[in-house]
């Protein structure tokens, strides 16, 4: 919040409800210069302003609108492309897509396309190791199957995201829909990381603070 827009509240708060041209000329400004700031403070429910009567203090503070803008975030609107392999590849094949997408997990899907399972680093290293015929093993033996997959919804908040990743301790979910042919399958429409919610606070935080 700036200078200005600090002693825009204190002073709304000491003499509200108080009109602009009011609160103009306490500041020595035109009222032209001060609606900006006006809106601003108005917009973001730091001041309420009603007709005929002028500004006054909303009472919301700073927490209050990052909870609000941290809730309002969606999954749909920050969800990454999910990598995948079907379900009959072999842990060898998973290992190099691990690699070369470097990503921390995969999601197995079946013939359908529909999400059958989730495959970590740590399954793919631990099945690894004393095996050398890591070929001749289907990716399906290892992996978590459906419905023990904890997954998020288009339509959550990036916020409830960021809270099953931390709850469960895992590094990935998987973002899926009930497909439209048969809703007890899930369709895997993205993936949302540890990554995606440091990426999104990175964004929040560079938002100017009002």
Known sequence: MTKRQEH?????KDHGPITGEQIAERLHLTRATLRPDLSILTMSGYLDARPRVGYFYAGKQAGTVISERLHKMLVNDYKAVPIVVQENASVY????TLFLED????YVVNQKGYLAGVVSRKDLLRASLGNKGLE???VSIIMTRMPNIVTCAPEESLFMAAKKLIDFQIDSLPVVRPAEEDSRQSELIGRVTKTTIARAFVELGSEPFL
């Open 8 to 12: 825009i509240l204190q002073i709304v």
């Open 136 to 138: 001749g093993i289907p």
């Open 93 to 96: 094949d998973a290992i190099v």
């Open 103 to 106: 990503v921390g997990t995969l």
